[in-house]
């Protein structure tokens, strides 16, 4: 069950920001001894470039529009990203076990990312630089927060990333009307550039 734990919560957190999960992970298991945590994530190669990465989202996500685009590249990136972490946590044998935690990490990528990228697009219609920022940060604290929490407590992370999954779905139906300005000025932004 913990291991179910763990996929879901990284699942989450990997729509999210993908590279901040791989790497606030692999810190843990190699600094904090957290078994759980696959051999792969903690490899120094692998911290650097995740490192890398993270701050190029950090920075992307926080310019309005361009972190749409970013969000846009990532819809192909973030959802593999918690597959394979859900693969990797299961031991990545190809059995049943892994299939599923898989498609758990997967799936929870999916649906985290698109809600993430709909409620960013709809905080794109603000003429202030505030909102946009304020929600990166919100999103960044919760990566590092659940990603920490999925390592040391999984079922408690699980739990906290499906009430937060639930509680920004509720935001998205009702920010549907600002989406669709959104996505208007999205397109409007990419016809300048």
């Known amino acids: 069950m913990e291991l179910v734990g763990l996929t879901f919560a990284s699942g989450w957190t990997s729509g999210i920001n993908a590279y901040a999960t791989v790497l606030v992970l692999g810190l843990l298991g ?95 219609t603000s003429p202030e630089p505030v909102t946009n920022v304020g929600a990166s940060l919100t999103g960044d604290v919760a990566v590092v927060s659940v990603a920490t929490l999925a390592a040391l407590a999984p079922i408690v992370a699980a739990v906290i990333a499906a009430l937060l999954l639930i509680a920004t779905l509720v935001i998205l139906v009702f920010a549907f009307r600002r989406i669709g300005k959104g996505w208007q000025a999205f397109r409007a932004w990419l016809a300048r550039t």
């Not at 600094?31 to 990465?53: C, E, H, K, S, Y």
């Not at 926080?62 to 685009?69: F, N, Q, R, V």
């Not at 997967?106 to 993430?116: D, E, N, P, Y």
């Open 30 to 124: 190699r600094f904090a001894g957290v078994d759980a945590v696959p051999d792969g994530f903690q490899r120094t190669d692998v911290l650097i470039v995740m490192a890398v990465l993270t701050v190029l989202e950090f920075v992307a996500d926080k310019i309005p529009y361009l972190d749409s685009a970013w969000d846009a590249i990532s819809t192909f990136i973030r959802p593999i990203a918690g597959a394979v972490i859900g693969a990797l946590v299961a031991g990545a044998n190809g059995d049943l076990p892994t299939v599923v935690l898989a498609s758990v990490g997967g799936i929870t990528a999916l649906v985290s990312h698109a809600v993430k990228s709909g409620l960013r697009l709809a905080i794109n």
